[in-house]
Nanobody, 124 residues
Framework: QVKLVESGGGSVQAGGSLRLSCAAS????????MGWFRQAPGKEREEVAT????????HYGDSVKGRFTISQDNAKNTLYLQMNSLKPEDTAMYFC?????????????????WGQGTQVTVSS
């Protein structure tokens, strides 16, 4: 069982930045794929970014490429999402997720462990 707790959400104006954090209850630097997902009202949950940290492999959703950066701190068992150049369409509940394995699966439903989420609101 992996417990995940997100923090760092809030309200920001378009063009601003936020950094989300996700504290994991166990060591997830290797043996786990970690990811950030988001869900806006009335929409399906979508991948924002994933990382398999021990191999240095990252993947980003098309809508955030070049603006968001996912990273992981081995010593702190913490996952981060640096979000720059935020847009109103980035407004959503952001979730941290994890799945044990040797690679990052492509589907949202393949992730086994989820945090409670943190709200990000971007105003124009």
């Amino acid at each position: 069982q992996v417990k995940l707790v997100e923090s760092g959400g809030g309200s920001v104006q378009a063009g601003g930045s936020l950094r989300l954090s996700c504290a994991a209850s166990t060591y997830t630097y290797s043996g786990y794929c970690m990811g950030w997902f988001r869900q806006a009202p009335g929409k399906e949950r979508e991948e924002v970014a994933t990382i398999y940290a021990s191999d240095g492999i990252t993947h980003y959703g098309d809508s955030v490429k070049g603006r968001f950066t996912i990273s992981q701190d081995n010593a702190k068992n913490t996952l981060y999402l640096q979000m720059n150049s935020l847009k109103p369409e980035d407004t959503a509940m952001y979730f941290c997720a994890a799945v044990r394995g040797t690679w990052c699966p492509p589907l949202v439903q393949d992730f086994a462990y989820w945090g409670q989420g943190t709200q990000v609101t971007v105003s124009s």
